[in-house]
């Protein structure tokens, strides 16, 4: 896959994300690889998920590029590293 393809693939999940916020009035979980965990969706900021700052151990926000999120469903946003990637 070429590079421009792969900036159509994160140009889509995050018009999706957008979307889905948009729709369910309610903040997404994330879950790392491992299916753990590692916060909830405040927003979507640029090219990163901004995380809520009340659902996170140190109480400030992480963020976490587009280009980690694997999939999503109804419920939560899946990521493709391990909870510790998360910054």
């Known amino acids: 896959m070429t590079q421009n393809g792969a900036g159509e693939i994160t140009s889509h999940?995050?018009?999706d994300l957008r979307q889905r916020l948009e729709a369910m009035g309610e903040h997404m979980q994330?879950?790392?690889v491992n299916g753990e965990h590692v916060?909830?969706?405040d927003h979507v900021?640029?090219?990163?998920?901004?995380l809520t700052r009340?659902?996170?151990p140190d109480g400030q926000h992480h963020y976490v590029p587009l280009s980690q999120?694997?999939?999503?469903?109804?419920?939560a946003v899946?990521?493709?590293?391990?909870r510790s990637a998360v910054q």
Not at 45 to 50: M, N, W
Not at 69 to 75: A, I, K, L
């Open 45 to 50: 900021e640029g090219d990163q998920l901004k």
């Open 13 to 15: 999940i995050e018009q």
């Open 54 to 56: 009340t659902d996170s």
């Open 69 to 75: 999120v694997e999939s999503m469903d109804e419920v």
């Open 78 to 82: 899946y990521l493709n590293v391990e």
């Open 30 to 32: 994330v879950k790392d």
């Open 39 to 41: 916060g909830t969706v």
